[in-house]
């Protein structure tokens, strides 16, 4: 079945630093990726829709400096949590389709922690 | 923005019965997809059902689809202590965005 390789999953980080979090489609090719996050206990808050060769969709409230996403391949999407705060801290989820309208595939996130 | 309601937020039952949890949603979908989350890890796919099927098996999983009163369910039977997760429901809307819209999801747990 389709698999989602999201790396790393744990990191601890100083604030003020940036963390880059990858999501790979292993495969198969994602034109489009979905980046989550997730506070505990809580559910999953889609922040931006990536796209391949083009600009990621940024949903409402995400601030789209802050949450830098690149899309340069068919089976890699990143996300960059720039210049962390503690308030950034959070578990990061990627996910993507194999087909349209189909189920997601998840990673198995990222959990953030910014010291 | 999260449209889906889930109910109960959580639940707690013996092993052997039978769990059911409710997804309300607002706005017209293409279909409804509910997936499984064990803490800490990502989310698992457990059934899709579309907006013209009133409801679905797999297994132990059983789906209704009621777009009248846009609400879904999900009945786990013989339930198993390896079933303790969280569950939720997604929405996939008409918009044609392709994005998934998660409810608040219901923690599940099976007592032994």
């Known amino acids: 079945g389709a698999v989602v390789s999201q790396h790393p999953s744990r990191v601890i980080c100083k604030s003020g630093t940036s963390v880059k979090i990858e999501c790979r489609s292993l495969d198969f090719q994602a034109t489009t990726m979905f980046w989550y996050r997730q506070f505990p206990k809580q559910s999953l808050m889609l922040m931006a829709t990536?796209?391949?060769?083009?600009?990621?969709?940024?949903e409402q409230g995400v601030e789209k400096d802050k949450f830098l996403i690149n899309h340069a391949s068919l089976t890699l999407s990143t996300l960059t949590v720039t210049s962390a705060h503690p308030e950034d801290s959070s578990f990061y989820i990627c996910?993507?389709?194999?087909?349209?309208?189909?189920?997601?595939?998840f990673g198995n996130g990222t959990r953030l922690t910014v010291t | 923005s999260q449209q889906g309601e889930e109910d109960p937020q959580a639940l707690s039952i013996q092993e052997g019965e039978n769990a059911t949890m409710n997804c309300s949603y607002k706005?017209?979908?293409?279909?409804l997809q509910w997936y499984r989350q064990n803490s800490g890890r990502g989310l698992v796919h457990l059934i899709l059902?579309?907006?013209?099927?009133r409801e679905k098996h797999s297994g132990r999983l059983r789906v209704t689809l009621d777009t009248s009163k846009k609400s879904s369910s999900l009945l786990i039977t013989a339930s198993r202590a390896a079933d303790t997760a969280s569950y939720f429901c997604?929405?996939?809307?008409?918009?044609?965005?392709?994005?998934?819209?998660f409810g608040q999801g219901t923690r599940l747990t099976i007592n032994p």
């Open positions: 990536s796209n391949e060769g083009s600009k990621a969709t940024y």
């Open positions: 059902i579309r907006s013209n099927e």
């Open positions: 996910s993507a389709r194999d087909q349209l309208m189909g189920p997601l595939h």
């Open positions: 997604a929405t996939d809307e008409e918009t044609g965005a392709q994005k998934l819209v």
């Open positions: 706005t017209s979908i293409n279909n």
